[in-house]
């Protein structure tokens, strides 16, 4: 964190500097596992409900550590300690004084489905022009946050941040952190319900971002999301999605054999022919998000286009792999209801005998058996040939679904006769919350 010195994160964060310390001393990056600590981190000592980081200040110092940020100063620690009440609190604050300091355009990335998505097309996009810094992983909440922020050296060019929510008044803190200049809404879905209660409690929870963006900002909202498209905003809005009505849309989409997608973008003054290296309808509003954040930064048409030829896949997010025997679309990094209807529409797309295999959706609220069921139902009446799901939530999936449902009492189990089901050339969907890990049944099924 460039001229983040000691005396400056002290300041920022209300705390008290203890110990022997050089108050010109910079920090780099932040850090909360004490393994991963390189000279000149900040090591932020957290308190959580099995370990305790205030436990590991000393084994943060052996690796090199400038300064340690915590709530107690460990018995005999001489070495610079950053003392405060809340380590949160002044992370937060340490984060968004560094965020002062950066002139570069700050894309800040929200919604129920496709953050991750949104966010490696964007950065493949202007990564054909600038030097940008993503958010690595899932570091999207209010730990990741501040530490994406300090990853921000001054040979980058650009910052493309994912910002996840669970609650009312996240978004409100994680924006006095971003402070993004580039506001992109992907949609407002059913995620989150148990603490956010309904999509208009989604909406309201999201759109806090807003609040703390500068009114020459520019917020990218999905116009096909029947909230987003009537958001009122004072910053320009543009939209993007498959309406005509949509500012950057999509036309002539097709699918080819290996489950790639190509389309036409259109927009004021042009269109563009890409070409998208990955599977599902969703990866569509993926290349739309890229292309609207790229005209919004100047980029030609010649650079959004091979931006959006270069996306890669990340993890168990609709990774498509031939086996050999079947193909296997594996999106059992996380699943909300409409992230298993998107991907149900993307394998129907797919010619053969098409199965899924889902999991239970967590955190949906008090709704969650009628969603189960109505996602069920939904793969049925798609045609979808067969619907295996396993978890006591998705015993209402298969109920949903009929005849084609089948219901197995645990993983184990789905997992002993998933050789007897499955079929030469099927096409296989597995999705699920990331809780219930399906990771171990996509193994399973390209070893088949």
């Known amino acids: 964190m460039k001229n983040m010195t000691l005396l400056r994160a002290e300041k920022a964060s209300g705390g008290r500097l203890c110990g022997a310390f050089d108050g010109n001393s910079e920090l780099d990056r932040i850090i ?16 959580g409900e099995n370990v305790d980081g205030h436990d590991y200040i000393a084994a943060a110092f052996q690796k090199g550590a400038a300064c340690c940020l915590a709530q107690r100063i460990p018995e005999g620690e001489t070495r610079p300690i950053l003392l405060v009440e809340d380590v949160q609190t002044a992370l937060e604050k340490i984060a968004a004084e560094y965020r002062r300091d ?22 493949s996009v202007l990564e054909q022009r600038f030097r940008v810094l993503k958010t690595d992983r899932n570091l999207n909440n209010q730990i990741g946050v501040p530490m994406t922020i300090s ?21 409100r803190a994680l924006t006095k952190i971003v402070h993004p ?25 999201k759109t806090e971002m807003l609040e ?42 097709r699918v080819d054999e290996q489950g790639h997608t190509a389309c036409t973008i259109l927009y004021d003054g042009g269109e563009m022919a890409v070409r998208i290296p990955s599977f599902g309808n969703h990866m569509i509003y993926a290349a739309l998000e890229g292309a609207a954040v790229g005209l919004t930064l100047g980029l030609t048409e010649e650079e959004i286009i091979r931006g959006i030829a270069a996306y890669e896949t990340v993890g168990s997010r609709a990774a498509v792999t031939e086996t050999g025997k079947i193909t296997l679309i594996d999106d059992s990094y996380n699943a909300n209801p409409d992230s298993v209807k998107c991907g149900v529409d993307s394998l129907m797309q797919l010619a053969g005998r098409h199965v899924c295999v889902f999991g239970d959706m967590l955190e949906l609220g008090p709704g969650e058996r009628e969603m189960h069921r109505d996602a069920g139902a939904y793969a049925a009446e798609k045609g979808v040939d067969l619907i295996l799901c396993t978890g006591p939530l998705s015993r209402e999936m298969a109920l949903g679904a009929g005849e084609r449902g089948r219901w197995f009492p645990d993983r184990e189990e789905l997992l002993r006769l998933l050789p007897e089901i499955i079929r030469q050339g099927d096409r296989v969907l597995v999705k699920a919350s990331r ?14």
């Open 32 to 47: 909360i596992d004490s393994r991963q600590v390189r000279p000149g981190d900040l090591f932020v000592a957290y308190k």
């Open 102 to 123: 950066l002139m570069i355009p700050m894309i800040g990335i929200t919604g129920s489905v496709g953050k991750t998505s949104a966010k490696e097309m964007i950065a």
């Open 151 to 171: 990853r921000i050296e001054p040979e980058h060019e650009a910052a493309v941040v994912e910002m996840g929510i669970s609650g009312f008044g996240e978004m």
């Open 181 to 205: 200049t580039v506001a992109v809404f992907t949609v407002i879905g059913h995620a989150h319900l148990e603490f956010l209660h309904d999509r208009r409690g989604v909406f309201q929870a």
């Open 212 to 253: 703390g963006m500068d009114e020459n900002g520019v917020v990218i909202v999905n116009g096909d999301d029947d909230l987003l498209c009537s958001l009122e905003c004072s910053q320009k809005k543009l939209s993007f999605g498959l309406g005509d009505h949509c500012d950057i849309r999509a036309r002539d989409i």
């Open 435 to 448: 809780g219930m890990h399906f990771e171990s049944i996509a193994e399973a099924l390209k070893t088949l």
